[in-house]
């Protein structure tokens, strides 16, 4: 009879639910739907999504109901209290936790307790903690108002973990395969390699062989650590190696703020590739040597110092070369560059 209660339980449509979170993975909207499967079991006034890195300020990726203000309050200075921000992933007694157990370890910071409750007004959040990589994890935050999520409530989200674990894990596959092919397909015909790292410099992704490529290029088996770091689109490697630092795309939590690079052997100097870009679209050659300089990482005002002319004729060039290209915006430079190859 006890069984048949459990299975009662379960709210009407909740296996179409479920399905369409099955759907959704690989798409931006993934987690979103997620919520929406959890909140008729578990419910809430409004729930807030943040992505949580070591030693560094949490990303709201979005919310259904935090105002402006606590918002800005909370990443000015606030997100160094939030006990979230120090959990760590080690056990998964820390999957699906609550603020109520958080305050057992241990009293909030004053300021911070006043802010969830003056400024967000709740008496308790469950959070559901989903790893991105060894030292960041996002978490689906469920807040109530009034009162506290009961143990019933945070067992039940603990089980549901085991499923939506998995659904994350395949989820995060996805995602990474849609950023490869997406960065495959501007690499042309030139043999490719991809690397994709995370905003605190975690590798997502590595294709296989990507070492003997930076091997070749770099004469060691990464790329220098400055090269990484540095804000240039093109870097020249050693035997016709191209370093190349297309621009990451999607909203999708794991990719926000992510650093896709490409690696391939082209048979031009960079150059050589250059001047032919330009016969291609007609460029002149000073809207060549803006390009040159956008690639290698400098903004207007660094180009219009270089060139000696103003910052407003270095736009006014750069609507020209993008007209010429049938691009918008600086952003489709590279990829315009790459299939004109």
Avoid at 9 to 30: C, E, I, N, Q, Y
Avoid at 148 to 155: H, M, N, P, S, V
Avoid at 261 to 266: G, I, Q, S
Avoid at 287 to 294: A, D, E, G, P
Wanted: aromatic share 6%; charged share 25%; glycine share 6%.
């Amino acid at each position: 009879m006890g069984r048949h209660q459990r299975v009662h339980d379960l709210p009407a449509g909740f296996g179409k639910t479920m399905a369409r979170v099955l759907s959704r993975m690989g798409r931006d909207d993934f987690y979103e739907t997620v919520i929406d499967a959890i909140a008729p079991l578990i419910p809430c006034d409004f729930w807030i999504m943040a992505r949580y890195e070591e030693a560094a300020k949490p990303c709201i990726i979005s919310e259904s109901g935090m105002a402006a203000r606590a918002k800005s309050a909370y990443a000015d200075r606030l997100w160094r209290f939030d006990p979230l921000a120090s959990t760590p992933l080690a056990t998964d007694g820390h999957r699906a936790i609550s603020l109520r157990n958080l305050c057992a370890h241990g009293p909030l910071d004053r300021s911070y307790a006043r802010y969830l409750d003056v400024d967000l007004g709740i008496a308790d959040e469950l959070a559901l903690l989903l790893p991105l990589n060894e030292r960041s994890f996002l978490a689906l935050c469920l807040d109530r108002h009034r009162e506290a999520f009961d143990d019933g409530e945070l067992r039940l989200a603990s089980e549901m973990l085991d499923i939506l674990l998995e659904m994350h894990r395949q989820h995060v596959a996805l995602t990474v395969e849609r950023q490869v092919a997406r960065t495959s397909s501007l690499a042309g015909d030139a043999p490719a390699e991809i690397l994709i790292l995370s905003a605190d410099g975690t590798r997502l992704f590595q294709s296989e062989g990507w070492g003997e490529a930076a091997r070749q290029a770099f004469d060691r088996p990464s790329v220098p650590d400055h090269v990484l770091r540095g804000d240039r689109r093109v870097i020249l490697g050693n035997g016709g190696w191209c370093l190349l630092r297309p621009a990451s795309e999607g909203t999708d939590p794991l990719l926000r703020d992510a650093q896709v690079f490409v690696l391939r052997k082209e048979a031009q100097d960079f150059a050589s590739r250059l001047d032919r870009l330009a016969r291609l679209y007609g460029l002149t050659e000073r809207q060549k040597q803006i390009v040159r300089l956008s690639l290698d990482g400098h903004h207007n005002a660094s180009i219009a110092r270089q060139l000696d002319i103003t910052v407003g004729g270095v736009k006014n060039h750069k609507l020209r070369i993008y007209d010429k290209l049938d691009i918008t915006s600086e952003r489709e430079l590279l990829p315009a560059f790459l299939t004109s190859l």
